[in-house]
C-alpha cells in the first residue's frame, strides 16, 4: 500500500474533521505534483473548486484527490513501462539513458533548473490542463507524437521574451514554460517578484465560499494571477 493511497482514502473518510482531510490532500500533493508542489495545489483549488471555508463544500476536497489520482495512475503505467523498457535495454548493452529523459524524472528534483521552473517561482503560473489531460499530453510526446503548441500546455502564440540582463528567455504566453534555458548557463529568476503570499494561496484566499475564484484577489488580480482558470 503506498502512501499516496493510504492519503487519498483519507481525504474520503467524512468521518474525520476537514482540516485533516485536507492535510492528508496535502501530503498527497507533496507525493505527486506535476506542476510542483505549489503550482498543483493551486491548480487543484480552481479545478476541483476548493472553496476558502471547507465546510461550504466539503467534496471540493474529494475531486481535488480525484484528479491528482486519475494522473497519478496515468503517470505510474508509464513509469512502470518505462522500467521495464530500461530493464531490456540495458540488457541489451545500451545502458545511456535515453533522449529525450522521461519528462518526470525532470520535473520532480530539477524542476527549479528546467523548463517548469517559472511554475516554482510563482505558484500561479503552471498550465491550465486538467493533471490527467497533461500527463496524457507529456506521455504522447515522450512517445513520440507530434503535438503543436508549448510542450507543457499547448499553446500556439508566440512566446513572450524576459531579459535575464544579458540574454533573453522565451516564456510561453500560457504557462511561461521556458524551452531553452539562459545561454549563459546559469539560472535567472525568470517571473518578476509577484505580491502572492504561499499563506494566503494555502488558504484559499483566492477563493471564495461557491468555490469560485474570488473576484478581487490579491489587489487587482484574478485568482488565476491574470489568466484564466481551467477551462
Ligand atoms: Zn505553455
Ligand atoms: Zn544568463
Not at 506535476?34 to 476558502?52: C, D, E, N, Q, V
Request: hydrophobic share 35%.
Amino acid at each position: 500500500m503506498t502512501s499516496f493511497l493510504t492519503h487519498r482514502a483519507r481525504v474520503h473518510d467524512v468521518r474525520l474533521p476537514l482540516h485533516r482531510r485536507h492535510s492528508a490532500l496535502r501530503t498527497c500533493v507533496t507525493l505527486f505534483a506535476p506542476y510542483g508542489f505549489r503550482a498543483t495545489y493551486h491548480h487543484l483549488t480552481l479545478s476541483a473548486g476548493i472553496p476558502r471555508r471547507l465546510e461550504a463544500d466539503p467534496d471540493a476536497l474529494v475531486r481535488a484527490v480525484e484528479e491528482l489520482h486519475e494522473a497519478r495512475v496515468l503517470w505510474l503505467a508509464r513509469a512502470e513501462e518505462y522500467v521495464v523498457q530500461r530493464r531490456a535495454e540495458k540488457r541489451a548493452g545500451r545502458r545511456a539513458v535515453p533522449n529525450p529523459r522521461p519528462w518526470w524524472l525532470r520535473s520532480w528534483w530539477a524542476g527549479w533548473a528546467g523548463p517548469e521552473r517559472a511554475w516554482y517561482e510563482d505558484p500561479c503560473r503552471h498550465p491550465s490542463l486538467r493533471l490527467p489531460e497533461y500527463v496524457r499530453r507529456r506521455n504522447a510526446l515522450l512517445d513520440g507524437a507530434d503535438l503543436p503548441g508549448c510542450p507543457a500546455c499547448g499553446n500556439e502564440g508566440l512566446p513572450t521574451s524576459v531579459s535575464t540582463g544579458h540574454s533573453w528567455v522565451e516564456l510561453c504566453q500560457g504557462c511561461a514554460w521556458a524551452a531553452a534555458p539562459c545561454p549563459c548557463g546559469q539560472r535567472h529568476r525568470l517571473l518578476p517578484e509577484t505580491p502572492y503570499g504561499w499563506d494566503e494561496i494555502w488558504q484559499r484566499a483566492h477563493m471564495s465560499d461557491d468555490g469560485l475564484p474570488h473576484p478581487h484577489w490579491p489587489e487587482g488580480r484574478s485568482a488565476g494571477c491574470g489568466r484564466r482558470p481551467a477551462s
